[in-house]
Structure formats: C-alpha cells, structure tokens
C-alpha cells in the first residue's frame, strides 16, 4: 500500500538569504511567487508554510492563490514576520508599547490570511523576544509579556490554532520561548486550548534535548500542533537538510509520531544558503520517504520490549536494520 | 551594618574525589567526618548539605552531629545517593522494579536523617534517571516514572520538603530533570505543595539558560527551595570555584534573589579536584561577599530603569560599577 | 604617569546589520562616511580597519582619508570583503577558477589601498572559505588552495603585511582557517614573513581556546601581528561588548600581551546591532582602561610564582584583587 | 573477495567504570586478563591496546601473553598510565620535576612491554596535562613540557613509534594537546620521524573538527600513525558506540583513510558504561563492516566529481545509497 503521507515546507525554503556578511545575498531576491513556483519543482511537496506579509512585492491572497494552484500546493499556516526591524528588541516584549502593539495588528491581520486560505494555524515565532545582555532585562515582566502577547492573541481569534516555534537562541543571545518545556510551562499558564507547539526538530537538538522526547511531551499535554525537520550540529541553528547529519534520530523523530498516531503534515523547515533549494528538498523528502518505509518494515513490538529494559543495543539494532535498508 | 547572609556547602566540596581516568583518586579517600572538620576550618561557613549514606564509614547520626557541633556547622539538607551503582540504569525510573523500590526505600531512610538533624529539606538529584541513545526508551514513561518516584516520596513525608536539583547531563547522556521549566512542569504536574527546585546555577549555564531567569522563574511558581553556586565553561558542570569565569552573571544571580526578598542560604556545590578544598570554598565565599556588599551599594532605582527600557549598556555599567569595586 | 595605550577598532562597529531574519536591517544603512563620524565620537579611538569595497556609495580614498583626518583616526588595517555573494561558496578555495581569480584581485587592489592609507596590514578574513556538509569537498585540496590563495597573495606584495583571522565556523559550518594552531600550521607551511595572525579574542573563546594561551603560541612563533577583542558565551561568535561576560579571560589576555612586551593596538570587533554604537565602544574601551590599571597594580612577580605551581586560587586572587579595584 | 579489514579496541573497552557520582563502579571490577577474555568473545576482534601497568593484579607479562594468545589477539600498542593520581597536575608538565620523571620512566617501562609485545606503537594520551583556571600557568612554558616530555622519550627510544592521541578537554578543563593542529604543530616542532597521531573520531567531533578533514591533515604531515571510533554528541567525549549517532561522518572518516590507502586497524575507543561490553563491541562491529561494504560499492568517480564542485547534494546521495543499503 503506497504511503500517504503528505510533506510541506516553509515558503522561505525556496527564497534567497542575506547574512551580516553577504549583505548583498547569496543570490538574486526572488518574490513569494518565484518561490512557490520553485516550491511546485519539488516531486511531493502538497502544503507550503508562506510569510507575511509576502515578499518580494505586493501581492493580494488571490494573486498568491493562483501561484499555489498552478502548482497544486496547499496552504498549512502563515508567520508573520515580527522579527523584522521594527521589532529588533521584541515583539511581545519590546519595551515599547506602540511595537507591542504594532506585533499584535500585524498578527492580526495574519488571522485573516490565514482565515483566507483555510490554513490550519497561525505561527508564531518571536525570534526578538529575548535578550543579549547580563542585566538588560527584568525576566519576569519579559516573561510575562512574551506569555500576554501570544495569550491575548488565542483569545480574541478563538476561531483560529496558534503555534509556537520555540528555539534557544538567534537572533537574541538568549529567546524567550526556548526550550519545549518553558514553551508547554507558558502555554499552560495562558490555558487556552487554541495554542500549541510547532516542533522544530532542529531547534530541539540545538537546545540539547532528544527531539523525541521533545515530541513526546508535546503530544502528552495535547499541544503538538505541528512540526518540522532539518539538521544542524547540535551548536547552531543551521537549517542543513534533513537526515544528512542525524539519520537515526530523526528516524526515532518520526517513530515517535507513528507510535503516538500524529497523523500531521512532515514539512521542511531548511535554508539551502548555497544549494540548489529544489534539490535540497527533493534529498530531503527521499530521505524521509526512506524513513517512511523503515517504520513499515520495522518490527513494533520488538522495539517496545527493548524500550522496556532500556535496552540501547537491543532497539538500535532494529532501527539500524530497518533504516539501513530501506534507502 | 554588617551582612547576616549565610554560607553553606556541599559536604563532598571537602570529600576527594575518582574519576574513570584517575581510578585511584584525586587525593586519600576521607570519611565525612575528616570532611566536615575540613569544612569547619573555612571562614565563614555555616551549614552543610549532608550525603548518605554517610561516606567513609559506619557512622552514626550522632557522631556526625557530633563533628557537625565541634566545628559550628549545622545542616540544611540530605542527599540521598540515589546514582551509585545499584542505580546505574536509573533510580526512579529504573526498568527494574525492585531497584526502583530500593531508591524509594534510600530516600525514606533519608527523610528520617532529615528529621533527625532538623534539616531544611530532601535534596533529589536523580542523576542516572535518563538515557543514553537514540530509541533506548520510552520517552513518556520515562518522564512518568520521574514524576512518580518524587510524588510518592512527598505525599509519603507530608512535613518535609523536597528539592529536585535537575541538570541537563552526566552522568547519563541526557538527564530526565533536565532544566527549570522541565522540572517545574514535573513538580506542578505532581501537585504537591512540598516540592521544589534546588537551583545550581552551573547547571542553569551548562543548560544555555540564564541563571537568574531560572531563579524569577521558579520564584515566580513558588517552588525556589534552594539554590547553590560554581562555575563553568557553559559547556559541561565543571564545578570550579565560583565567581572565577562568569562573575557578572553571578552577581546578577544574587541581585535577582535579592529583588525578591528570597532569604535563603548561598551555598556552594564545588568540586575542587586538584585544589586545597579549604582555599577553594574561602576563594568562593570572598566573591560571594564582595556580590553582597556590591548589592549593597548599587543603584537599585536606576538599574529598574534601564532594565525598564532593556538598556544593556546603563544596566551594565551600574553592575560594574558597583561589582569591580567591591573586592 | 598616564598609559600609553591606544585602541582601535573595525569600523563595521559603527555600521548598522542585516541578518536572515531581519532583512530590512537592525538601522538605517549607513556609509563608511558615516561610520567614520560616528567613530569619531568614541572618547579615545585612534585607528580603524576599513572594509574594502567602503561601503554605502562610490568613495575614494581621499574622500575617505579626509573624513578619518577630521575625526582624528588612523587607519590600522583594510579588510577585503572577500565573502560576500560572489563568494558563496569560497574566496581561495571556490571551486571555480575565475572566482577564484576575482578574490586574487580584490586583495590585490585592497594592498593598494593599504599602502595609499600607510596602513600596517591587510586582513584576510576568508569566512566562506571551507564547508558544510559530510562529504562535500576533498579537504586536503581544501586546505591546500586555502595555503595558496594567501600564499600567493604574500609572495606578490612583499612590502605589505598580512594578517590571517581564523574562526572555527559562520558563515560556513566549517571555516577553513578554524583555529590558532591550523593557522600557524599553513602559516608556517607557506613559509613566508609577511604572513600572521590577527587573533580574535572572541573567535578563540568559540572555539574552545583559551586566548590567552592562543596569543601566546601565536607570538611564540612570531605571528602575532594583531587582535581584536569582544565578548559571547563561547558557543556562537556573538560579538559582543568586550568584558560584559568574560572579564576575567580578557584580563589575563592583556596579561600575557604585557607579559611578552607586545605593544600593539587593543582593537574591538563588536556588532552591536541593537545598541548605540558610540556607547557600546566606550563601554568596552571604558573595561579596556581599567584592565590596563590593573595590569600596573597587579604584582607580577607573585603572579609568576602562583604560575609556576600552577596554583589556580594563589594567582586568581592577585588578579581578582587587581581587577576588581581598578573601575 | 571479503574484506581483509583488521578490527581492534582498547582493552578498557572490557573493563568496568568508576565517575564522581557512582564511586562504587558500573560493575564488578575487573583484572585485564577478565577483559581479554571478553575481548576474545567479540566475533571480529584482532588486536587490542593494553594499558600498563596491567590493571585489576599483578600480572607478567607472559601471563597477558597467554590470555591474549587463547583469545587470537594481538597487541597494537600500550597505553602507559600517565593520568593517575600522582598525575593529576600533570604528567610531562607537571611543575614537579620529580613528578616527571616519574612520567618518564612510566612511559619508558612501557617501551619495553612494547617492545615485548611487539606492539607497534606506545600511546601517549596525556589527559591530565593542561590547566583548569584562567590565569593558573604559564602557557608557553606549558606547552614547551608537554613537547619536551614527548621529544624526549621519541628520542630516546629510535626504535618505537609514539603516537599522541590528543582531546579537547577531560579531565583537565584544557588540555594541553587539544586538536589535530595543534598536535601536529608541536610534533613538527620537535622534529622527530617516530612521533605520529593517534586520531579518536570522538573526541575530533568533540573539538569541532570534521574528523576525515583531520585524518586528511595528518595523513598529508605524514603522522597518521593510528585511529580509533566510538560516538558521541559533539560535545563531549561520550565514548558511545560508534556509528549510533554519526553514521554518515563515520563512513567519511573510512572513506577518507580509503582514498589515501591507509591501511591500518579499524580500533574502538568506546566506554560502555551500563551495555554489555560484548555487545557493545559487536555492534559497533557490525556497523563498521557496513562501511567497509558501502565503501566497496560507493562510486568513487562520481563521488570526486562531485566534491570538485563542492556539490553537496550530489556527493551526499552518493553516500546515502551506498549506506543506506549495506546494513
């Protein structure tokens, strides 16, 4: 029985980058419809995560939504960018109130985006929400504000799902919503049901958790809303291409969400600075597809006695056999 | 007026210690007794926090009081060795349930000792409850299990008090009390009013947290029973003298504490390895005062305000100010 | 009697910066020219390290060197901007000849511009240089273009010299020139006089070195022909204030400058991309004095003899009691 | 035509452990001669390094010999315990002089069991000499021990070959022989034929290296003189089974010694704390020989092809399908 697991990516997968030294971009700027049509190269790619406001040029949701059906692609969720200039020292917490509140209207309008393409949820990644410095903040009204900033937000859009994208740290030295559990800590304190976690796999490893576990956690409180995958070294955000570094655990990544029955969207969160990006997702999308296959041929029940004694040996060998051979 | 804080350590600051590498010890083995008599030698020290089994020996309650009394120390907490060999695979969440009984029988044993010594709390730091490699467990069991072994603990000693003391790793790969808000979604989970966080501000660093986030952060729930200082390249829990790598943050550390009104003792968890472990906590001790005595004089108005405007640079220099001139 | 000590700086301190996030920019673009006014209002600044192509608009260097001469500031050293788009994926080690050839040239005209200002070196920052993925480059031709592009470079302009400054990685995964002692290593193995190291404290700190030790390997074979210094927390090339986390490690950095009579300038490398840039040089420059007055209190010779018993406590309280009495 | 691939691993492999916390070891304590007898369980095992003195009793020479004979193992080299307590400031750098000498004749000792094994190389991992605090010793004077400690012994003995196996840090904070460059540094700077490296995949991941470009560094100095692998996070030197987290890099690392025809032994340096230590040794085994047959089919012109371009894509799918298929 053929697969029928849909993959997504985030739109900015198909964009040109700047950095603090190639200022002038590692390629010619390229609009939102030069991306999804890039994004419509890919061999199995259904949904797209889009930015906005989009860029490269002012286009209407209808403009966008004939470059998306031109390339039989979907819509999942919308991020507004509040991580632009404007809101170089936060979004929800800048010490500004007219920003905060400049964070909130740009949300907001992103509700009606989303509302417009049927998306499945609004994400939220305050990347500005954070500090750099010992002693530049006062960490519980910045805590606070990062938690009244995306509560009242759910509140007044019960109609609509909000993820939040936790990460370590970038651009900040240190951001608010950092690890899985502050995030989950800070979602319960709020306690709407319409905000859950985007899981990036990458993120997760980067702040030293097992994304797994990460996975886990998420799930038990009712809150994996979504999720993504790449791969970096453990040090940095570095939005490599899935599976080239950690294969193993990112086939535990998805046998976690097999196991629990998480039947979302596998979407590509990369940034292929000096790769050809329909290629770098095609090499991701086959490796997942290859991870796809390991858990079908995987003996289940196997793996949970070895759980079970914790038997490392034991349920890598499983996992080893499984995925070495199913490329 | 002269500062009333108070001082405390870790007993094992004064105990010699083996590695896999130097099997034979840094040093003659000491029995708690000779430890605390070295502990008694230190300026300004004024509790300890206690191992047990007692180390060294058959000692009983009373000839520890004993040397405790002779050398003006009392104690302020027992640290059950829930991570011997017994527990190599985990104490609470052992997959072996007879061991994880023997680690609940350890820590009730060590509930009377608290009792005895009048004692402020149980201190847990399940260091083998993790894993290892990829797949080797069952993430929500074992986060369940984690939750579990405390719970039932402190339901069972209704008038005592726990700390867990979380720490992202070692000796396992990845510990299950890994950060603060980790532990402090296990703790309010669990339910329990007699549980809290043992804060090592090493462990906040080696986590990529913030120390005095972690510190507003479980002041804020309520659950911040404990605290001890070191130091450390951020990249492991080398237990160095406090106050020689990151002094800034450290002194941040206090003046967060300090904003609260939390009153508690400023203790040490050291590991001097090749260091005169007398020298080592009076080093640590003379930092520790000169942050009080920094505290004392700095502009606490001012620095509301620039942390108001998130002003790292008026903050900074108002800390500095007051810190490089306090020695 | 008053210290002599002069300080510089790259005069990116004074730009403003993009990132992959915030696209539009941490500031309004600014011109060398203007950077150049700014630098000027830093209380005691006497040199610059220009970037080459000057940035913001067509300028020449009489345009330039009257904007310097006004603002009372020398010029240190120039930077070609060898890693910008065209050199994605490498300046020495492209895989195309021709790009390979445009990086040749650009240096080529940066000398010129070296001697025209009577600038003592020019900087070679190769940041694309190097990779990012397993498997993606032969590293021994790698290395070896890496050694000829410099080499070359060297050999042409024998009046002129140059400076290598190594990272262990950002922009690529992977720098090529990754470390004090790979850097000496090419060095030594081009076998030219001209080339050196300009040590980064920070880039050292990133990756793993102390930088004291670093500059001292560095002068002990005769290569250390610059530095610069900032500060971050050892995982990401953070670039920030000299001093606000690492105080201690940058003392000892003078230290061991002093120790061997090298008489240099004290630079800063800094990107303060949310802070005033004027403040956040005198901030550093404002640590950098009271370094250099600890220096001259501090008892050297007790120092001398704390080292040779390696004894840690002995020689951090000398250098505490110096540092944290010189604000 | 089957392999002819040789597989070794440290007999410490076999062992069992003590760490700070579970001083009562993960096991039983075993003699060397209990660990050659596992060793001899192992299905692919041909030789083993053998600490000295022989651990766990008083043994002769002979009485290892025997052991080693009824198990079909020979001796690779001999790893003089330069680490122990004695040497906990320092083995070649330690500011006693009669605490070198003792190095000395230590190491001297194990010259003569090389000798005696005909063994090919005596192993100098000097873990213990570096330095834990800012301002503790004087680097270049550090270093200059740590050189002539090693030049001494390589001269003294023309007839052996000495391989320096360096590591970033454990369980000194520093240590003094850190990375693959700085090693060949010092090695070039005595300037003896018989001093090599002894390239552990663990701990150049640990250091940020990417561990082919550093066996291509030190195969192209000539001084690749022996390897092993295990696995670990990147950072720290977790000993864990090789090929469990890296399987990628791991098969570039043999990729890499496959292109130069180094022809050496595949060895283990791996710590199996909690696993069976059979198992543990099988396993990684087993992954190595998957290797070794990914190797035999990978395309070796496309694959150059490739790394001309810097293609990552391209080179990468080149070694997923040869590894993803040779389980």
Redesign the interface.
Known sequence: MASTQRFGAGIWHFAT???????????EPRSVIDAIDLAGQVRDLSVVDLNYPFFGGDFTNEQVKTALDRNGLGVIGITPEI???V????AFTN?DHGVRRLAHDLVTEACDVVRSFGADYVKLWP??DG??????????EL?QASMDGVGQLADENPDLRFVVEYK????R??MSY??V??T??GI?KIGLPNIGILLDFGHALF????P??SA??A??YGRLFGMDVNDN????D?D??A???????LL?FF??LRKNNWEGVWQLDQ?P????SV??AD?AID?LK?CDRALDKMDMDA??E????????G???????A?????
């Open positions: 980058y700047v950095d603090r030294y190639a200022t002038d971009g590692y390629g991580y632009t200039r809101f170089a020292k936060g010490p990347g500005q500090w750099d410095y010992p002693f530049q903040v006062d960490y519980g805590w370590p740290r970038e651009p030295v240190h950092s690890s559990a502050r989950l800590l319960e702040g030293g958790e097992a797994s576990d886990q956690l799930i038990d070294l453990r040090g940095w570095d490599m291409v599976g080239t570094v950690h294969p193993i655990e535990e046998y976690t940034f600075f000096r790769e050809d290629e770098a090499a490796f290859a793996m949970r070895a759980q079970a004694r914790h038997d490392a040996m349920a890598l060998r499983i996992a080893q056999q995925l070495f051979s199913s490329y």
